[in-house]
Structures are given as structure tokens and as C-alpha cells.
């Protein structure tokens, strides 16, 4: 069976109704059902409840919305955290050096100790409190 038009627009305004909301999630879901409704002979409303039972129903489908959600949230999460580690670890190792120029009263010891404290201050407490408040969020809902 070959799909008009209309019934691709069909299947793609069932799946925002549905709670597809990511674009590429519905391309890649409206594809697997048009491949599916394709691939066998009969009447077309009939083949489209036969893929949405194959998928596991319309909740499943909202479940795939769900979880496709969350992995991304967690990939962004998992970024937010390496920043965080590698912007303190940076921030660290100045203070330690800045604390050893100072210690042995090399020239420009000052102006490493300004750094370090400005690094910490403007990129350090940032990034961890956006962190933490990506990750309550998340908790709470």
C-alpha cells in the first residue's frame, strides 16, 4: 500500500495529538508507521491501529516522548557536570599556584591571586549553581 499525502499529515497531526512534541522524534515514529503501513496490503485505518498496537498504544508512544526527553536532559546534565569539574579543578590548581608565587614572593603573584579568585567567583559558582539547579529541578518534577 503507497501513502497519499493527506494520510502522512494524518499520522503526523495523531502524534502531536498524542504528545510528540520533539520534531525528529515524530519524523523517525511517523516513518516506522508509514514503513510498517506500507509494507502490508488492506485498508488504512486498519493497518494505522495495527502500528499504533505494534508501538504498544498511545501511551506508549507518549512514554517514548518521555524518555527521549530525559536522555537528552541527562546528556546535558552530563556536560553541565564535566564543566563544573574541570572549571574547578582549573580554579584550584590557580589558587595553589597563585599561593606559591605569593609564598616565595615572585613578581605577578598578586595578579594570579586577582585571577584565581575572579575565575572562581565568575565561572566557578556560576556553572556550579546552574548545575544544582538544573539537578533540583529535575527532582522536583
Same mark, same amino acid.
Given at each position: 500500500?503507497? #501513502?497519499?499525502?493527506?494520510?502522512?499529515?494524518?499520522?503526523?497531526?495523531?502524534?502531536?495529538?498524542? $504528545?510528540? @512534541?520533539?520534531?525528529? #522524534?515524530?519524523?523517525?515514529?511517523?516513518?516506522?508507521?508509514? +514503513?510498517?503501513?506500507?509494507?502490508?496490503?488492506?485498508?488504512?485505518?486498519?493497518?494505522?491501529?495495527?502500528?499504533?498496537?505494534? %508501538? $504498544? $498504544?498511545?501511551? =506508549?508512544?507518549?512514554?517514548?516522548?518521555? @524518555? +527521549?526527553? &530525559?536522555?537528552?536532559?541527562?546528556?546535558?546534565?552530563? *556536560? /553541565?557536570?564535566? /564543566?563544573?569539574?574541570?572549571?574547578?579543578?582549573? *580554579? =584550584?590548581? #590557580? %589558587?595553589?599556584?597563585?599561593?606559591?608565587?605569593?609564598?616565595?614572593?615572585?613578581?605577578?603573584?598578586? &595578579? /594570579?591571586?586577582?585571577?584565581?579568585? $575572579?575565575?572562581?567567583?565568575?565561572?566557578? %559558582?556560576?556553572? %556550579?549553581?546552574?548545575?544544582?539547579?538544573?539537578? *533540583?529541578?529535575?527532582? *522536583?518534577?
Amino acid at each position: 500500500m503507497i #501513502l497519499s499525502d493527506q494520510q502522512i499529515d494524518f499520522i503526523d497531526k495523531s502524534l502531536s495529538f498524542y $504528545g510528540i @512534541e520533539s520534531k525528529s #522524534l515524530k519524523e523517525d515514529v511517523t516513518d516506522h508507521i508509514c +514503513t510498517y503501513i506500507e509494507s502490508r496490503e488492506g485498508h488504512f485505518e486498519d493497518l494505522y491501529k495495527e502500528a499504533i498496537n505494534e %508501538f $504498544g $498504544g498511545y501511551i =506508549a508512544i507518549k512514554n517514548i516522548q518521555n @524518555e +527521549t526527553s &530525559l536522555q537528552l536532559y541527562f546528556e546535558k546534565i552530563k *556536560t /553541565l557536570k564535566k /564543566l563544573v569539574f574541570v572549571s574547578g579543578y582549573c *580554579t =584550584a590548581a #590557580l %589558587f595553589i599556584v597563585s599561593y606559591m608565587f605569593k609564598f616565595a614572593s615572585w613578581p605577578f603573584a598578586s &595578579l /594570579l591571586l586577582s585571577i584565581s579568585v $575572579g575565575s572562581l567567583v565568575l565561572v566557578f %559558582f556560576p556553572i %556550579f549553581l546552574y548545575y544544582n539547579h538544573k539537578k *533540583t529541578v529535575y527532582k *522536583t518534577t
